[in-house]
């Protein structure tokens, strides 16, 4: 038996369903997306760079990178961005 299922994005392909039909209008914070990104590029740069292993840079980009991560998920937080809790959290999706 053949199924065909469409979705509207690739995103959508790979969210689960209860998370599918939420649309979300977020305002991001450029200075939070830039320190992101600058932090996830600097850790990639690092991990990759196996002629010198500079394990207290290596340690510091990923301490930045958590940070940044977890202010940019502060911020979507405030404003009020509907968060469903995942398996690690309550074991399962909201229906």
Do not use: W
């Amino acid at each position: 038996m053949d199924i065909a299922v469409t979705f509207e994005s690739l995103d959508d392909a790979f969210a689960p369903p209860a998370l599918q039909a939420i649309q979300v209008n977020v305002i991001f914070d450029p200075a939070l997306v830039r320190r992101l990104a600058y932090a996830k590029l600097r850790l990639d740069r690092l991990e990759q760079d196996r002629a010198s292993r500079d394990l207290s840079a290596l340690m510091s980009a990923r301490v930045e990178f958590a940070l940044a991560s977890r202010a940019l998920a502060d911020h979507l937080i405030a404003q009020q961005f509907p968060v469903a809790p995942g398996p690690d959290c309550s074991g399962s999706f909201p229906a």
